[in-house]
């Protein structure tokens, strides 16, 4: 047996008939509203105080529908509980197991509702003074998109530094703020108006070692090196393991590095891929394991110091084989950079690794030049990985990376996201109707989506 989805009595059928009811709602509300603020307009200039009674109602007949979306929630939650009780009792103990049990379903069954698409910016307001990096995610950690998230503009602002609040430099503590949600309810016309976050986030410095909630790698700003001919070679405490010959395919640079005193710079026209390993877990100190499922965003900073012909960077999460991990979508965990369009001023290069459920029993950040240099080098610095920290809940993810200069308190910059909720004017989509109705993007459950839906909005909306 299985829960229908469609037809007379299917889940989806029913649900698109309750979600029409709250569409035919939501354009009386946004209808109200237009020809209010007509009537408002009338009397802007004079006769304000004539006004006030009549928009008092306003509030009411707009947002006052709470009887009967009221009703139709109640409905909706009653209908996916009984119809998997009737199925899969087990299944039924409550809201959250039937949804899921819906969902798994539909996974089997390869059903599928339509996507959402999602997208997130991050770009500097002004002039900041600090130079770091922002990557930003709308996927999760098992990768499946946030299609859940809500469109706004969030401000991420440096609310403490190292100037005059006595933090460590690289270390300043950043928060994420997004719009008021406060006026537009889940069932109104104008939902959702903003997600009212309120996140702490703090810069992530290469300086820290091994660190659980900053920098996990060791030695990211290849201070630390060994031998007569430094090399890194994992041992007194380098953490890294290089492959190629010390000297000639690779060299520490004392010369102009990013920050500090070295970077680590990959020789041109000598045939070699070289290669950097650090592996999590290992004797040499680097870090305690990655979790599962789990997203890390990962930045390093590059530049050539010439013309460049040819060379492709490459930065991927391998296992103990140096096979490429994959997520739990089967998307590969591997970014590159092309040498040539580097420049000769450092600049970030950055991507976001997912970890699988089940984790490989050796994982390690390789850097390497996949494609042979040639022409110019090319030397890196301040190599970070990071969990991302989302800024709320079912929101994209964020990492913030200092850069050459520490960030300065109230330096910020605008996160701004959007969401097509499918193309549909009120919500009217099933990913939209069922965070609607149940409060998927608390829950985290993400139904099966795709552009080619075989479950069709028009149940909605038709």
Do not use: H
């Not at 976050?197 to 030695?219: F, H, K, R, Y």
């Amino acid at each position: 047996m299985s829960v229908a989805l469609t037809g007379t009595g299917g889940f989806f059928t029913r649900l698109g008939k309750l979600g029409k009811l709250l569409y035919a709602v939501n354009g009386d509300q946004s209808g109200y509203a237009t020809v209010f603020g007509e009537i408002a307009a009338q009397y802007a200039s004079t006769l304000k105080d004539r006004y006030g009674a009549l928009a008092t109602a306003e509030t009411g007949l707009i947002r006052g529908q709470s009887a009967i979306v009221s009703a139709v929630q109640q409905l909706a939650q009653q209908t996916v509980l009984d119809m998997v009780a009737a199925d899969q009792p087990a299944a039924a103990r409550n809201l959250t197991d039937a949804l899921n049990e819906v969902r798994r379903q539909m996974l089997a069954s390869g059903d599928t509702i339509k996507a959402s698409a999602v997208a997130v910016t991050v770009a500097a307001l002004g002039t900041p003074t600090g130079s770091g990096a922002f990557v930003a995610s709308t996927k999760r950690g098992d990768g499946l998109t946030l299609e859940l998230l809500f469109p706004e503009t969030g401000r991420l602002v440096c609310e403490a530094d190292s100037y005059s609040d006595g933090l460590t430099a690289g270390r300043e503590r950043f928060r994420y703020v997004g719009e008021s949600g406060l006026n537009a309810g889940v069932f109104d016309y104008d939902w959702p108006a903003g997600s009212d976050a309120n996140q702490t986030l703090t810069a992530v410095s290469a300086d820290q070692n091994a660190s659980t909630t900053g920098n996990l790698l060791t030695n990211g700003n290849f201070e630390t090196w060994t031998g007569g001919t430094p090399t890194l070679d994992g041992t007194s405490g380098t953490a890294w393991v290089a492959t190629g010959t010390a000297g000639t395919d690779f060299a520490r640079n004392p010369t102009t590095p990013f920050r500090g005193g070295y970077d680590f710079e990959f020789k041109p026209g000598t045939g070699a891929n070289t290669a950097l390993t650090q592996t999590f877990g290992a004797a040499t100190g680097t870090t305690a394991a990655l979790k599962p499922l789990t997203s890390y965003a990962v930045n390093l900073w590059a530049k050539r110091t010439g013309s460049v012909s040819a060379g492709v960077l490459t930065v991927e999460l391998v296992d103990g084989s140096n096979a490429v991990i994959a997520d739990a979508q089967s998307a590969n965990n591997s970014f590159t950079q092309s040498c040539s369009a580097l420049t000769t001023i450092y600049a970030a290069v950055n991507g976001v690794f997912r970890t699988p459920g089940v984790l490989p029993a050796t994982m390690k950040l390789r850097v390497r030049m996949s494609t042979a240099l040639t022409g110019a080098a090319v030397r890196i610095d301040d190599v970070c990985l990071t969990p991302l920290t989302a800024a709320y809940q079912g929101g994209p993810g964020l990492a913030i990376f200092s850069g050459a200069t520490p960030f300065l308190k109230t330096d910020a910059w605008t996160a701004a996201a959007t969401n097509n909720r499918g193309g549909a004017s009120y919500g009217a989509t099933f990913q939209c109707l069922l965070d609607r109705f149940f409060g998927l993007r608390a829950l985290g459950i993400l139904f099966p989506s795709s552009g080619s839906p075989t479950i069709a909005d028009s149940l909605i909306s038709a």
